[in-house]
């Protein structure tokens, strides 16, 4: 439990101080979850770096002194995909290619979510209503049992524990509507986005299930891997920047 609160501190702060800071802390995260996706795909030890290396360009351009055209962000997506592509064409696997989509696109959503003008907001409700979703789960599943929501991935989880996170992000949203001045967009969609995070862990039980591992890695000790920490984030984070995205074109 303590690491965990360490964690989310870490993570606040870099939060909360932005720019550089906040884009280093992605950077390492998105490399250390690449390199435990390719340990998952049981990838040669010359490929996992090569899939490394390959996210790291998209990574670079998301540095703040890169962030001087209004395309930018379409510029590093199509970065993205050209790393994923480049990754499956050199290594002709296509699943370690995939990584590099998997752990590319939060961090350029996070990024892209902390540089609008309510940044710090937009990216604090991301990232915190995953933790509301992830605690509400926890306390709902074991207070209250039930039914397994998918045995086979994870038989831990229950259908009392989904509905436990999605009631905990929902007064998440509801607080920050009420008290930050959160967009009613996003408040209604933060249920909808705490089902999302389940349904990515759910992802990231099976991909572990498939390797034959508990864990994702060892980078957190007594905690798994990073990808054990964020699989619920990966799938929340783009589409919260796309409806972020849609409220700015739209207001």
Known sequence: MIASVVMIAVAVLA???GGFAFWLLAVVVSL????????????PARTKRLGQFALSVPLATMAPAWL??????????????GAAFFVAIVTRLPKLAAGVLY?????LALVYLRRQDDGLLYAFWTMALVWACDI?????????????????LSPN???????????AATILGGLLWALA?????????TPF???????????????KRQAGVKDSGNTLPGHGGVLDRLDGLVPVAPVAAVLVALGVLLS
Not at 68 to 81: K, M, P, Q
Not at 157 to 167: D, R, Y
Not at 181 to 189: K, M, N, Q, R, S
């Open 15 to 17: 939060l909360w101080a």
């Open 32 to 43: 250390l979850m690449m390199a435990e996706w390719a340990g998952l795909q049981k990838a």
């Open 68 to 81: 001087v055209l209004e395309t930018r962000d379409f510029f590093t997506l199509g970065l993205v995909a």
């Open 103 to 107: 752990c590319g696109l939060p961090v």
């Open 136 to 152: 509400g789960a926890f306390f709902a599943g074991r207070s209250i049992g039930g039914p397994k929501l998918a045995p086979r």
């Open 157 to 167: 989880k229950t259908w009392a524990g989904l509905f436990g996170g999605m009631v």
């Open 181 to 189: 001045d959160l967009p009613p967009l996003l408040a209604i969609a």
């Open 193 to 207: 986005l705490a089902i999302l995070a389940q349904i990515g862990d759910l992802f990231e039980s099976m991909l």
